[in-house]
């Protein structure tokens, strides 16, 4: 029958009963959450739910939790719906809603941090403004105070392009309009952005590896991506240190590797930093104006672009981050 097949093909549960609590109809996705068992409803909650809808004859919802049993254990958060139909048969409906409250809870926090984030700049200047006032006749104080409202008011305006940026790319489409892109181009674009921080920490970046290397996306994505590598490779590296970006094609795949001898990451930290907001010292990034948004940003682009974002470090010997890029054929 046509209907039960679109039944089976439905990711929702759907679930007959007759006027005696037993099981008629069970789609795929009923048998997979585990609700039905031979012909009875196997939860409890569920099988309530049932019996209010036929005593009341009206619709019955519940949101609850299932447990999957089963390795490895599942919990899943579900909406189900009774609906009474005739001659005491009653119809469930069970939505699995696990990711969208995963979601939810993913928002929440991101709300949470950005708010956070922006409160420290906020005051900050808020604090500063008050002391500017109050210094009203000595030129040198206020001036003093002016450069501090300067620099909160960059990081404020690059958090939130840092923002921009991040919602933009979660959009998770592919990047629109890929073109073959030029690994040299990018690197060369994205050392040369990085060139006055390194300086002024007698940084040398120095370059090798393959070159003619081809890549498909969005270059200026691709820049920014390996422009963040570069910014935290000269961010967390002491002075007169030496910052290599290595190229190379392997399998099918272009690697774009950036090597420090910075201060390193432990293994414990190692697992986070690509999360957005994280930062191992938040007092230290504070100091470089840090966000904890480059390495989330870049990660992004980078799975954009079918790729993936690896880290090697060992605290003290320095980090090694490497992009790997599905390659084109040049
Ligand atoms: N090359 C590196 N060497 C040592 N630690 C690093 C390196 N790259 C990143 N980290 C650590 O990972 C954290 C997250 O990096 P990320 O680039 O996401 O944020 P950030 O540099 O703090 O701020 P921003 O948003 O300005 O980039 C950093 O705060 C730092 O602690
Ligand atoms: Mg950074």
């Excluded at 093909?9 to 609700?35: E, F, K, Q, S, Y």
């Amino acid at each position: 029958m046509p209907a039960e097949t679109v039944l089976q093909l439905l990711p929702t549960a759907a679930v007959l009963v007759d006027a005696d609590d037993r099981v008629r109809l069970a789609n795929g996705a009923a048998l997979g959450m585990g609700i039905v068992h031979g012909t009875s409803i196997a939860v409890a909650e569920l099988a309530q739910l049932v019996r209010a809808a036929r005593r009341t004859s009206t619709t019955r919802v519940l949101e609850l939790s299932l447990d999957s049993g089963g390795f490895p254990r599942r919990t899943l958060a579900v909406g189900a719906r009774a609906q009474p139909l005739e001659d005491g048969e009653v119809a469930l409906v069970v939505d699995d809603l696990t990711e969208s409250r995963r979601v939810e809870a993913v928002r929440r926090d991101f709300v949470a941090n950005v708010g956070h984030e922006i409160k420290t700049p906020v005051g900050a200047l808020t604090l500063l403004t008050e002391a500017a006032l109050g210094a009203g006749d000595d030129p040198d104080a206020v001036h003093h105070f002016l450069t501090r409202m300067q620099h909160e008011a960059q990081r404020l305006s690059r958090l939130v392009q840092e923002l921009l940026d991040l919602s933009r790319l979660q959009g998770g489409e592919a990047p629109a309009e890929t073109v073959d892109v030029a690994v040299d181009d990018v690197v060369e674009e994205a050392v040369d952005r990085a060139r006055n921080a390194a300086e002024a920490k007698h940084i040398d970046i120095v370059r090798g590896g393959d070159s003619g290397l081809v890549v498909s996306g969005k270059e200026s994505q691709l820049v920014t991506a390996l422009c963040n590598l570069l910014d935290n490779a000269v961010a967390y590296s002491s002075e007169g240190t030496q910052i290599a970006v290595g190229v190379h094609a392997r399998d099918q795949a272009v690697e774009i590797a950036v090597k420090d001898q910075g201060v390193g990451i432990a293994d414990v930290d190692q697992e986070r930093i690509f999360e957005r907001f994280y930062r191992v010292d938040p007092a230290r990034s504070r100091a470089t104006g840090g966000t904890g948004l480059g390495l989330a940003i870049a990660k992004h682009i980078v799975s954009n672009h079918g790729g993936e974002i690896a880290v090697w470090s060992r605290p003290g010997a320095g980090s090694t981050f490497t992009i790997r890029l599905p390659a084109e054929a040049p």
